[in-house]
């Protein structure tokens, strides 16, 4: 098999450029792992000015941190979704077992496993729907309650460290 001869084009798309400095950048840090002084020095030869890549490392600092939040929020619905899951199985069981004992046969535990399903497949489609409306609302009106669920934290916290000493 024979190898293409690559010649380089004499323009490059910004999003090509992007894509192939982070080839290099990549290859150039052995461990995976970069100082901010790496940083600030290839800025540098890239002639990208300081207050630039400070904008660029605050707006990646948020990005990060919101999608900690959504990490965050993400595994506190499946958490909620495996205890409805749960509850659905052990009161279903417990109805289907009913119902084998008394009757002999399934016959009337069907209704209350699909009418108690519904529900339980609805949590499921809003705990893994990731993306669109309804899952940025709940996303807000989560975070406001952890927001307040952390202040009032940090508020008990103090009181109690003022009350101990």
Do not use: C
Not at 21 to 40: H, P, Y
Not at 65 to 78: A, G, T
Request: charged content about 25%; overall charge positive; proline content about 2%.
């Amino acid at each position: 098999m024979s190898e293409v001869k690559f010649t380089p084009p004499m323009l490059y798309r910004s999003e090509e450029v992007q894509q192939i400095l982070n080839i290099a950048i990549a290859r150039q840090v052995t461990q995976g792992e970069m100082t901010r002084k790496q940083l600030l020095e290839i800025a540098a030869e890239m002639d990208i000015e300081t207050k630039d890549l400070e904008a660029a490392e605050q707006e990646w600092y948020t990005q990060h941190l919101l999608d900690l939040k959504r990490q965050k929020f993400n595994l506190y619905q499946q958490e909620k979704f495996k205890n409805k899951a749960v509850r659905y199985v052990i009161i279903n069981g417990f109805l289907m077992t009913f119902n084998i004992i008394s009757a002999g046969t399934l016959s009337w535990a069907i209704y209350p496993i699909f009418f108690l399903g519904l529900p339980l497949s609805l949590t499921a489609w809003k705990t893994f729907q990731v993306k669109g409306e309804v899952y940025e609302q709940a996303f807000q009106r989560w975070q406001v309650k952890d927001e307040i669920k952390q202040s009032f934290f940090y508020i008990w916290t103090r009181i109690r460290r003022a009350w101990l000493t």
